[in-house]
């Protein structure tokens, strides 16, 4: 069976974790995503084991051809890969692709001996927006948790503000793009035309906040940090101490508050003033906390869970990234899984996607990411250049061919958003 996007080409001009992140589903859903970095690569492969972990997990399987877009010849292949591309992604700084003169209406038209791609759909990434006060801004993940109001809300009620402990913003914008692409490729499928597709991690941040955001137009109340606990409703994504670590626990419904109170053993809790309402609850959490400590404080947190969603309530036990991958329930699902491929500096294992497709084959077996320029030869010759015209651009430094060079301050200063 082949993948949804085979046939697909996408072209990734990124860099971090938004693009390459969109790219990579577009990768594991079957598209040739062709990398094209500057001669010196990506960021990202020069940061240590910081950068490591990002580009490995959100570069495998595409293919790298490294190019100097700064020279003449080097914007001409990059202009022919868009000529044969179906999408393009970049995160470049607002106008750089049209200074370049490889902005969407200019690939799309084509002219001065560069082949038209009209029914190109493009996508610019950014960190606020490409037009307006802000647009000229550098912008990573974390500023956009901060401007966004996520961190506002994020911590304990009496400490200082908190990042959420991954790169959810950038993750979330890849998901975005992802989903925007692929409605612009079904449109386009179904004759539609092209298409320019522009979004920000601003937007996203905020986005992806709408219940909260909604009930702070709804009712005018500011949210607040509150910790691990829900700030309208308890329990609810409260920490609760067991005998080998904590587990989350949610069961704030009536029915849900006497099920517990009844597994527990302390049914008149249901009609005590101090916990019988939701209401009371959240004012009183300090003492359900205690209660509920009480109750589990001599289980494990895996029994405590088993007990509990045997029994219909919502109930996590916390986990290390060990003990998450080596859980029962996380190997059965093999969201884990093999590279195929790997070598002495690439990692052994990978995350797919999060879903299953019954018509697309398991991705067992998937692709590392690629090294610096690993396709550069092939590509270039899939775009008719000779050999001998291969070995001049690579003479030239106008392309690099399987090759590792330690990045200059001014290189990644240049490629950030």
């Not at 909260?212 to 920490?239: C, H, K, M, W």
């Not at 009536?254 to 302390?266: E, N, Q, S």
């Not at 080596?326 to 093999?338: A, P, Q, R, T, Y």
Request: hydrophobic share 40%; with cysteine; glycine share 10%.
């Amino acid at each position: 069976m082949s993948a949804p996007l085979t046939g697909i080409r996408v072209l990734d001009l990124t860099q971090y974790i938004a693009g390459p992140g969109a790219t990579s589903v577009l990768a594991d859903l079957g598209a040739d995503v062709i990398k094209v970095e500057p001669v010196r690569g990506e960021a990202t492969r020069h940061l240590g084991s910081f950068g490591q972990g990002m580009f490995h997990a959100y570069n495998r399987g595409k293919r790298s051809i490294a190019v100097n877009l700064a020279t003449t010849q080097g914007r001409d292949i990059a202009s022919s890969l868009m000529a044969g591309a179906d999408v393009v992604v970049q995160n470049l700084r607002p106008g750089a692709m049209e200074r370049m003169g490889l902005g969407p209406n200019q690939v799309r038209q084509g002219g001065s001996g560069r082949p038209g791609n009209p029914g190109l759909i493009h996508v610019s990434i950014s960190g606020f927006g490409s037009s307006g006060v802000a647009a000229k801004r550098a912008g990573l993940d974390i500023a956009a948790q901060a401007e966004s109001g996520l961190m506002s809300i994020t911590g304990e009620t009496d400490r200082e503000p908190q990042r959420v402990g991954f790169a959810v913003v950038d993750v979330a914008t890849a998901n975005a793009a992802a989903q925007a692409i692929l409605a612009a490729l079904l449109h386009r499928e179904r004759g539609g035309p092209g298409a320019d597709i522009d979004l920000s991690l601003i937007e996203t941040a905020i986005n992806i906040q709408s219940a909260n955001l909604i009930e702070y137009f709804s009712t005018g109340r500011v949210p607040f940090r509150s910790g691990n606990g829900q700030p309208s409703a308890a329990p609810a994504a409260d920490l609760i101490r067991t005998r080998d670590g904590h587990i989350v626990l949610s069961s704030y419904t009536p029915p849900h508050w006497a099920k517990l109170c009844a597994l527990i053993g302390r049914p008149e809790l249901v009609n005590d003033p101090r916990l019988g309402t939701l209401d009371a609850r959240v004012a009183n959490r300090d003492f359900l906390h205690e209660v509920l400590d009480s109750a589990f404080e001599s289980m494990d947190a895996d029994a405590c869970v088993e007990w509990l969603a045997e029994n219909g309530l919502v109930a996590g036990a916390v986990r290390t990234y060990e003990q998450m991958a080596e859980s029962d329930n996380v190997k059965e699902l093999g969201i884990i899984g093999k590279i195929e491929n790997p070598s002495h500096d690439t990692p052994d294992r990978y995350v797919r996607l999060p879903y299953r497709i019954s018509t697309v084959d398991d991705q067992s077996g998937a692709s590392r990411a690629p090294h610096l320029g690993e396709h550069t030869v092939a590509i270039l010759a899939e775009l008719g250049h000779s050999q001998d015209r291969i070995d001049e651009l690579v003479e030239n430094e106008v392309v690099v061919a399987n090759a590792d060079i330690p990045p200059t301050s001014e290189d990644v200063r240049s490629r950030v958003l």
